[in-house]
Structure formats: C-alpha cells, structure tokens
C-alpha cells in the first residue's frame, strides 16, 4: 500500500485577520496613537507590496509616542474573535485533525491573542512576520520571506508557498493530509485556495473581499479553484460543512 506506515489526517489553515479574529490587528493598534490618528507621511508609505514597512514605521512611532509594549498587548486582547471560530478549533479533533495559521500580521500578536484566550494549544504552527520587542520596548517587524515567484502574493508572504511546504514536511514524517481546508478573507488568501485540489476546501467569508477575487481570477485570468468552494459567516458555518463531509474532523460528542 502506497501510505502504509503513515498516518492520515485533516489540515485547517486559517488566515488571522478578519478570520480568526474579527478585525485587523494592524490597523486595530493605530487607536493608540494621539488622537487615534497616524501622521500622512507614515500612512503615504503604505503599499500592497511594502505592508511590513509600513507597519514597522508605525510601530516606530508609538514609540516616541510613549506606547509600551503593555498597552499594545491588551490593545489586542479587546479584538473580538469572528463569530464561531473559538467553537470551530475548540471542536475539531485534534488527534486527526491539525491547524495551522498563516498571516500577513505578526507573531507577537497573534500568539498573544491566541494565548491570552487559551488558543494557543488548539494552533499547531504559525506562519507570520517574526516580531519582538527590541530593548527600548519598540516592536520590530521583519519579512517572513523575500520571495518573487508567485505574483499573486506580497513579496514577503506568499501563502501557498508555504501551505505546500508544510503539507511536503509533514508528509516526510508520515503524516498525509487527506483534505485540506484553507479559511480565508483577503485577496492575498486567493493563492493558498487555487493550489488545493478537487478533494480539498476553501472557504471564504461572506461579505469580504476574496468571494469577489475569485470570481474576478476566474473571469479575468482564467484562473479556477479546483477545490470545493463554500462561503461562511461563522466558524459554525465551516465546522457543518466539514463535520457533514469530513466525520473524522471532530470530536465525537461526550456522553
């Protein structure tokens, strides 16, 4: 038997903002700046190829602001999850089951937030822009890469890069994924979902922009997502789906 000798499981890989959780931890911190407002030479720096940076040039400036890093982490603990989605990695069986994040955000905050509400054991890896606190107490940002193979991703995070390789990894210590499942929002979750085959899933949200671009690939590019495709409003939403057509997923109920 070609997977004898190796184990089969689900993967979840989920995006962070707007997925997860219900709102954009980036720009959710700039409420901290004097007058919640951040100076237009910072905000002229933005750009869809330069996120980090920008970031980074904020980040700065709450700190000559006088922001500590203790305010900017219960800034994040008041960021409210998305509808169902504590329900859904609570739910899932994690002895079949594993789940990952990749985000554009960072990994202060997202293992913060995962930490501060007793998440962080239901989250098998992250894959986000390493951050930390320098000694002056001003968060740092870097890339997770440089990459400039995939032109529907930023250049520092290509998403299905990275769901492939980790899909690769774990295959090489014999665990195979049966299907996939990738959870989703924004445009740049768009290259993760066109990589999954027939057998696999993507699930954008309702309402938010990757529901469009699909359509707007499909029309445009010619570019078709093989997998099954349905849209959610709740993590509730995903956990029918795929409990329905995947019964492995989740834990059977307690007696």
């Not at 093989?226 to 939403?237: E, V």
Request: aromatic share 8%; proline share 4%.
């Amino acid at each position: 038997m070609a997977n004898e000798g190796k184990k089969e499981k689900i993967l979840l890989a989920l995006d962070f903002d707007h997925t997860i959780i219900n709102d954009n931890s980036d720009t959710y911190v700039t409420k901290l700046a004097p007058q919640g407002k951040i100076p237009q030479e910072i905000k002229s720096l933005y750009s869809d190829q330069g996120w980090t940076h920008f970031m980074s040039e904020i980040f700065r400036y709450l700190h000559s602001n006088k922001t500590t890093p203790d305010q900017i982490l219960d800034c994040m603990t008041e960021i409210s999850f998305s509808p169902g989605m504590v329900d859904l990695l609570k739910t899932l069986d994690h002895a079949k089951a594993e789940a990952i994040i990749i985000s554009d955000a960072n990994f202060v905050f997202i293992d913060h937030i995962l930490s501060f509400h007793g998440l962080k054991d239901k989250i098998d890896k992250i894959f986000t822009n390493p951050a930390k606190f320098n000694d002056d107490g001003c968060l740092e940002l870097e890339m997770y890469h440089v990459q400039d193979s995939c032109s529907l991703s930023t250049i520092n995070l290509c998403k299905g890069q990275i769901l492939e390789s980790y899909i690769e990894e774990r295959a090489k210590e014999n665990i195979v994924f049966k299907h996939v499942a990738f959870i989703g929002d924004g445009e740049n979750d768009f290259c993760p979902s066109l990589r999954l085959s027939p057998k696999d899933f993507v699930f954008p949200r309702e309402g938010y922009s990757l529901v469009k671009h699909i359509e707007k690939m499909k029309v445009e590019k010619d570019l078709h997502i093989k997998a099954n495709i349905h849209t959610w409003k709740s993590g509730l939403d995903i956990l029918k789906v795929l409990s329905d057509r995947v019964p492995m997923l989740v834990q059977p109920a307690s007696t």
